[in-house]
């Protein structure tokens, strides 16, 4: 991997202020994503395209600790955005990629954190082309807040089907559930479980693509992030004429970290993932999803945890252990500040 | 325009948790942007392009203080892309949202942003079709910084000429230096002149569109953003076979911008502009592109500033009022942090 090969000390003002130091810094990051589009360090990446359907998304990262297991800021930030194209089955292209760094910032970490965007973006696939770097005051930041932006392409063939959902349809998710916020609480300060729990961050392209090309039932897909499951389920039935049922004895959640949920009070269904899709699938569609999901090592853990239902309609539910039927609503306050 | 219409008091970490209150947030961002692209707030926005050349870029700002005379980080975060992209002759359709809340921000200046970008949005012809919002703790960000990434549609016939620059062509700025910056200065705490000074903050696709349409001898063009006409400038020239004479007595400058500049030590060529672009333009098509752009009520101000020299290669040099010969340099150091 390539160096910053100009940069000394920590990050200062002057590094976001347009100057010399800027122009350097620029060009080290440029070194480092190594790709022809962003090469002209222009105002704006040149791009070709096709026609077609694309779809556009951002996503700012601030989460802290921005080293964690099984990732860091900089990953996050590549497959945040590569996962929000790929539930809508886009193929991820270009991203975007805006610094907002605290004054006083390690050169060391900085670099970490850019060759490990650089690395991400290998792995889904997809161009960092064009950027942008802000320095702020010591104490009017946090380490480094990163937002990206992509652009995916939708090709009819492997996209969603694009049919309604109705009763029949079942509800998958691509793994266990939790993983990623179980591993920034345990990271934080004073929250050290002995628990060998990583954040699940993955580009799920790589899972999605070929699931879509081969399986033309997927009705709908979300990556739950913050809120986890319970909140984008709420967000898809809302004002629906269906809704849904889980079934809380097939949830895929890894012993770690439904302890650690028990401990401290947390619903596995509130926590955010980094790697997870939630979907909604064709009835007949779903054994031949679920066998492609776990042939793949992201969907390994793959498992059908609900379905679609008449009534109630707009809500979801879950029949429980014991047999009871619970709602599930939107999650109310802040669980877990910055967990992204 | 629009009200939030769900959200009470100040903004708190919940507003960033992907739970209710950011359901409800968003939904209140959704109807003060208003278009049907953005609306069902899912994970990306889905753009039918036609097949062609598209230019994509990305901004943060974290501008201090977020309101100034003439503008705010809402305009500014819409403008700075618009301009990005403009500049290279893209013509700006769809803009993404990035926004970094600080927790405890006033619900009136969030809403007061918002509803300014929907109407730079508006001014400048775009659509915001997705966003992102996110919140940290009081302390750990400085009250709002926004990211903005574009993507906008490059027509032949309606963009740069492409031919390489030579000597003979001209140095044309669409208007007075160092607006912005002076404003900015003014506005922050401790350092008020007595100087009606107002950032220049305005949508370049609205001044330069037209004038590539009709202007065909437009070689290359930037936004002197920060860093001024001299980062741009010496990037510009920087290891090509031509330099750049600047004219000292051309320079378009108000007076009261002038005065601050020479009490306070600033070079206008080192400070920021948000409205102006500096463009080269074959010698012979000089007099049509001054007149197009005076006869817009964004370039009124325009002059020719200088000449793509051959020698010395590399470098800007400026012709003083004295009749010396002055090297401009990339600036050095942070001249004024926090100017976008």
Chains 1, 2 share one sequence.
């Not at 993955?202 to 897909?221: D, E, H, T, Y």
């Not at 004429?241 to 302890?259: C, D, M, N, Q, Y």
Request: net charge negative.
């Amino acid at each position: 991997m390539k160096e910053f090969s100009t940069f000394q000390g920590p990050v200062t003002l002057a590094h976001g202020a347009g100057g010399r130091l800027s122009h350097r810094l620029v060009a080290d990051f440029a070194q480092i994503f190594n790709n022809p589009l962003l090469a002209p360090l222009a105002d704006a990446a040149l791009l070709n395209l096709a026609a077609g359907r694309f779809a556009f998304t951002t996503d700012s990262h601030v989460i802290s600790p921005i080293f964690f297991p099984g990732g860091d800021i900089g990953r996050l930030s590549i497959f945040g955005t590569v996962n929000d194209l790929a539930v809508m089955g886009a193929r991820p292209l270009y991203l975007s990629c805006g610094l907002i760094i605290e004054e006083g910032f390690s050169r060391d970490d900085l670099q970490r954190v850019v060759r490990s965007m650089a690395q991400a973006a290998d792995e889904a696939g997809v161009k960092v082309v064009t950027g942008d770097t802000k320095v702020v005051e010591c104490g009017k930041g946090d380490g480094i807040f990163i937002n990206t932006a992509g652009i995916g392409l939708i090709t009819a063939g492997e996209d969603l089907c694009g049919e309604a959902p109705e009763p029949g349809d079942q509800v998958l998710i691509t793994g266990t559930l939790g993983d990623h916020a179980v591993a920034i609480i345990n990271a934080r300060e004073g929250l050290r479980f002995e628990a060998d729990i990583a954040s699940d961050c993955a580009p799920l392209s790589n899972l999605l693509m070929p699931l879509l090309k081969i399986c033309r039932g997927v009705k709908w897909m979300r990556d739950p992030t913050r809120g986890g499951p319970a909140a984008i389920l709420n967000e898809f039935v809302m004002n629906r004429p269906f809704g849904i049922e889980l079934e809380e004895s097939t949830l895929p959640i890894k012993p770690a970290v439904r302890s650690i949920c028990e401990l401290l009070g947390f619903d596995p269904l509130h926590l955010a993932n980094e790697g997870k899709a939630v979907m909604v699938v064709r009835g007949k569609d779903c054994d031949k999803a679920l066998a492609l999901l776990r042939g793949n090592e992201l969907g390994r853990d793959a498992a059908v945890v609900g379905r679609i239902v008449a009534k109630p309609s707009g809500r979801v539910v879950m029949k429980t252990l014991i047999g009871g039927l619970r709602v599930i609503d939107l999650p109310a306050g802040d669980l877990l500040p910055r967990i992204c």
